[in-house]
Nanobody
Framework: QVQFVQSGGGLVQAGGSLRLSCAAS????????MGWFRQAPGKEREFVAC????????YYADSVKGRFTISRDNANNTVYLQMSTLKPEDTAVYYC?????????????????WGQGTQVTVSS
């Protein structure tokens, strides 16, 4: 079984950048398709980005495309979400997750393991 421990996040002004980290323990992160989701107060958890472990392909929600980048560092067993040009509407708790399946990676139900979540707050 794998565990994901998140770090990063915090408070940033609009237009700023942050990097979230998701470190895996127990199993190598390269064995999972990885995703990032976020959840704002009163809203459902929504897809942000995902990365397929076999070919390294990535996919992004339209709302973050061109501003966020998901990447994987196999040597450090960590997945990152680099966030740039942040907007107040990006404010949410962000979660990383790992999936064994390649199907439905834009939906939370596809994922088997989740990080603990980290708060990102973007001030205007």
């Amino acid at each position: 079984q794998v565990q994901f421990v998140q770090s990063g996040g915090g408070l940033v002004q609009a237009g700023g950048s942050l990097r979230l980290s998701c470190a895996a323990s127990g199993r190598t992160v390269s064995r999972y398709n990885m995703g990032w989701f976020r959840q704002a107060p009163g809203k459902e958890r929504e897809f942000v980005a995902c990365l397929r472990w076999t070919i390294g392909s990535t996919y992004y929600a339209d709302s973050v495309k061109g501003r966020f980048t998901i990447s994987r560092d196999n040597a450090n067993n960590t997945v990152y979400l680099q966030m740039s040009t942040l907007k107040p509407e990006d404010t949410a708790v962000y979660y990383c997750a790992g999936a064994s399946t390649i199907l439905g990676l834009t939906t939370p139900k596809a994922y088997d393991y989740w990080g603990q979540g980290t708060q990102v707050t973007v001030s205007s």
